[in-house]
């Protein structure tokens, strides 16, 4: 393999803790039985894929999730179920990515949504008091790409705006399928699994 010159990571369970039982907790409170089907890590289906792609608004997302949640839901409590799973952003993450700035040429790319960005970037903001899309030379979000992983064509917009070179760019992902996604678009990648953390990766 070639030299490694440039890093992509994914938000959510490499670089922001998640506790996505959370949320499917919270929204089978509500009524929303099927939520284990309708949205996984790596995957998402119906409404939550259209999103994710920034294909419908926050308006269309909580409306259509309101009309599976019990009578009386309101809007509040379905956006507060959705972002519950969103945790922390460890102080040692944080360090360890403004260390390797001086190495590689740092990216982000997440799919994610509107309202879970509000959040996040909110939560990092308190902590830190500066905007987390400063870790990196550019942050791709989905929603906002029209694009999301694992799909090729979403490696590959990301590849072609951010103009590095895929054989020397590494992904890191916590989702097999979106590394799997990544290494067909020509990126190396890593799958980073469950209670391992970026530290350990040896960058």
Do not use: C
Not at 102 to 109: A, D, G, M
Not at 125 to 133: F, H, I, L, P
């Amino acid at each position: 393999m070639a030299p490694v010159k440039s890093i992509i990571f994914d938000l959510g369970g490499v670089l922001l803790n998640l506790d996505v039982a959370k949320t499917s907790k919270a929204f089978k409170d509500l009524g929303i039985t099927q939520i284990d089907e309708l949205f996984r890590i790596g995957f998402a289906a119906s409404f939550f894929k259209d999103y994710e792609k920034g294909t419908i608004s926050d308006e269309e997302f909580v409306q259509s999730a309101l009309e599976l949640t019990h009578p009386g839901t309101t809007k509040e409590q379905v956006i507060d179920a959705w972002n519950v799973m969103l945790l922390d952003f460890p102080a040692e993450r944080v360090t360890f990515l403004k260390e390797l700035k001086s190495k590689y040429r740092l990216f982000l790319f997440s799919n994610t949504n509107h309202i879970h960005l509000l959040s996040f970037h909110k939560t990092y903001r308190e902590v830190y008091g500066s905007e987390m899309d400063e870790l990196f030379e550019k942050a791709y979000y989905s929603h906002l790409i029209k694009l999301r992983k694992p799909d090729v064509p979403a490696f590959e917009y990301v590849i072609k705006d951010s103009g590095v070179n895929a054989a020397e760019t590494l992904f890191i992902d916590d989702a097999l399928v979106n590394v799997e996604g990544a290494r067909l678009a020509g990126l190396q990648a890593i799958h980073l699994t469950d209670g391992k953390t970026i530290l350990e990766l040896g960058l």
